[in-house]
């Protein structure tokens, strides 16, 4: 079991969902956790506000 900072809320948890790899060029990327109760908050989907098509006119 592993204990990870949530990176939205800043409170550790003992199941973290990883929700971003950070790459980096000096060294190895560094992967950023959220809790449960955070992580489908900063999951990227289908928000409504950005599944709209472009218009032109
Ligand atoms: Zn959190």
């Given at each position: 079991?592993?204990v990870?900072?949530?990176?939205?809320?800043?409170?550790?948890?003992?199941?973290?969902?990883?929700?971003r790899?950070?790459?980096?060029?000096?060294?190895?990327?560094?992967?950023?956790?959220?809790?449960?109760?955070?992580a489908?908050?900063?999951?990227?989907?289908?928000?409504?506000?950005?599944?709209?098509?472009?218009?032109?006119?």
């Amino acid at each position: 079991m592993s204990v990870a900072v949530c990176c939205r809320c800043g409170r550790a948890t003992l199941a973290p969902v990883e929700v971003r790899y950070i790459e980096r060029a000096s060294g190895p990327g560094v992967t950023l956790y959220a809790c449960p109760d955070c992580a489908p908050r900063l999951m990227p989907g289908p928000l409504p506000a950005e599944t709209v098509p472009p218009t032109h006119g």
